[in-house]
């Protein structure tokens, strides 16, 4: 939502299209799990009296829309893309599988999973979790608004200091708001990587795969 408050910032899609585009170029295969919050979040749904399952799929729907948009941002930098969904959406997109998802990466596609994992009760990190393992990626890259793992919330406590890696039996043990649990643990169990990083920062995608330490490595 960029700087408007809510939907889709014009300036910021064209931000993340620009530097995925730059990341794709060093020969980097992206899978793209978004989020949409900025949308509707179905668990504050909930709350406000939206039965959790409506509301989880109507924050799933949300998703979808956002990957529109970065698929159609992608484009237009001559990117090819292609938005796989959890549920199925033909034409929207394609229903989601596996191999098709890998077949795609290796003809130089960025593939954008969206409807989480199609379930509720579900997060969308449990979905990044999920396809990341299913693809078999190197790393989960979780782009967020502050440049890593912290001992605090750093925009409420201004102590906090920064990990500059840490193990998940860290994260569970200090009770580390990183991202939910069921997706932290498939990430341990499966023995997948975490990099936390600030996504706001333009330029911030591409050093992070030129290896330098501006956010927070999770790890076993």
Same mark, same amino acid.
């Given at each position: @939502?960029?700087?408007?408050?809510?939907?889709?910032?014009?300036?910021?899609?064209?931000?993340?299209?620009?530097?995925?585009?730059?990341?794709?170029?060093?020969?980097?295969?992206?899978?793209?799990?978004?989020?949409?919050?900025?949308?509707?979040?179905?668990?504050?749904?909930?709350?406000?009296?939206?039965?959790?399952?409506?509301?989880?799929?109507?924050?799933?729907?949300?998703?979808?829309?956002?990957?529109?948009? +970065?698929?159609?941002? +992608?484009?237009?930098?001559?990117?090819?893309?292609?938005? @796989?969904?959890?549920?199925?959406? #033909?034409?929207?997109?394609?229903?989601?599988?596996?191999?098709?998802?890998?077949?795609?990466? #290796?003809?130089?596609?960025?593939? /954008?999973?969206?409807?989480?994992?199609?379930?509720?009760?579900?997060?969308?990190?449990?979905?990044?979790? +999920?396809?990341?393992?299913? /693809? #078999?990626?190197?790393?989960?890259?979780?782009?967020?608004?502050?440049?890593?793992?912290?001992?605090?919330?750093?925009?409420?406590?201004?102590?906090?200091?920064?990990?500059?890696?840490?193990?998940?039996?860290?994260?569970?043990?200090?009770?580390?708001?990183? @991202?939910?649990?069921?997706?932290?643990?498939?990430?341990?169990?499966?023995? +997948?990587?975490?990099?936390?990083?600030?996504?706001?920062?333009?330029?911030?995608?591409?050093?992070?795969?030129?290896?330098?330490?501006?956010?927070?490595?999770?790890?076993?």
């Amino acid at each position: @939502m960029g700087k408007q408050g809510h939907g889709i910032d014009p300036e910021r899609l064209e931000d993340y299209a620009r530097q995925i585009k730059e990341v794709q170029e060093m020969g980097v295969q992206i899978g793209i799990v978004i989020g949409g919050g900025n949308i509707f979040r179905g668990l504050s749904g909930s709350q406000k009296g939206f039965d959790r399952v409506k509301g989880d799929q109507m924050g799933m729907c949300a998703t979808v829309i956002n990957s529109l948009a +970065l698929s159609s941002a +992608l484009g237009a930098f001559g990117v090819k893309s292609k938005v @796989m969904t959890a549920i199925r959406m #033909e034409p929207i997109g394609e229903f989601y599988s596996k191999w098709k998802a890998i077949e795609a990466l #290796e003809n130089g596609y960025v593939c /954008i999973f969206s409807a989480g994992t199609g379930n509720p009760y579900f997060t969308t990190d449990t979905g990044s979790s +999920l396809r990341g393992i299913e /693809i #078999e990626a190197d790393v989960m890259l979780k782009g967020t608004r502050v440049d890593g793992i912290y001992t605090a919330d750093p925009e409420k406590d201004p102590t906090a200091t920064k990990f500059t890696e840490i193990t998940y039996d860290e994260i569970y043990n200090k009770g580390l708001k990183v @991202m939910d649990l069921t997706a932290t643990t498939m990430c341990k169990e499966n023995n +997948l990587p975490i990099y936390v990083f600030n996504m706001d920062i333009v330029g911030n995608l591409k050093k992070v795969m030129n290896g330098e330490e501006i956010g927070t490595l999770v790890h076993n």
